[in-house]
């Protein structure tokens, strides 16, 4: 089975604009979930998508948001860029099914200047 | 999810067995002890989760203490290219949110 796929791998972008991150997750899975890195606060968790309904949410202001697809794609944006938000974002694939393991993509290191 | 607690780095020799121990003294009966890893900026991978048996797989092996208040990964021979960050996770899973501490960045030293 091919992997969890994100796209772009690198992106760079200026204070205030808005950024689209993809993540395909593994053939099968249905639930998606997306993870910021930051040397500051480590590995966080942003939120959780289910067959397309968001399930769980972390502690993220409203400028980070999801969405899934029918095909359990997830797209993630983030609007009105800041310095901060420069990161390493993640995203994980699994069934869905409570104790099921997650499977990480190779992440999108998003540059804001 | 349970607080886990890990040693902020180690090393170990090359060929050599590789014990990264975990403590998660708050642990509930219906948590599991996941670990991961992360190479350098690379997506965390998977290497191995228990609830409470040992278990073992192609990677590494998983000690979980009779009280499950701590656990320890074992990779038997460990290898330059298992130099990393290891992260202990004790979750539930429901709602597949982890929560990751800082991890043990384990050195393998040539």
Redesign the interface.
């Known amino acids: 089975k091919a992997g969890v796929t994100q796209t772009p791998r690198y992106l760079i972008k200026t204070r205030g604009q808005q950024v689209t991150l993809s993540c395909s997750p593994i053939s099968g899975h249905r639930s998606v979930s997306w993870y910021q890195q930051t040397p500051g606060q480590g590995l966080q968790f942003l939120f959780e998508y289910f067959s397309e309904t968001q399930r769980n949410k972390g502690n993220f202001p409203g400028r980070f948001s999801g969405r899934q697809f029918s095909n359990s794609r997830s797209e993630m944006n983030v609007s009105t860029l800041e310095l901060g938000d420069s990161a390493l974002y993640l995203c994980a694939s699994s069934s869905g099914t409570s104790g099921d393991t997650q499977y990480f993509g190779p992440g999108t290191r998003l540059t804001v200047l | 999810d349970a607080k886990t607690t890990q040693p902020p780095s180690m090393d170990c020799a090359e060929g050599r067995a590789a014990n990264l121990p975990c403590n998660h003294s708050t642990i509930s009966g219906n948590e ?1 002890v ?1 670990w ?1 890893r992360q190479i350098h ?6 290497i191995i ?1 228990g ?1 409470k048996n040992n278990e073992t797989n192609e990677m590494a092996s998983l000690i979980i203490t009779e009280d499950r208040k701590s656990s320890t990964l074992i990779l038997p021979h460990a290898t330059l290219r298992d130099t990393a960050v290891y ?1 202990c996770i004790a979750t ?11 991890g043990t960045s384990l050195t393998v030293i040539p």
């Open positions: 599991y996941y991961y900026s690379q997506g965390p991978q998977y989760h609830l992260y539930r899973n429901t709602g597949n949110q982890f929560y990751f501490g800082t």
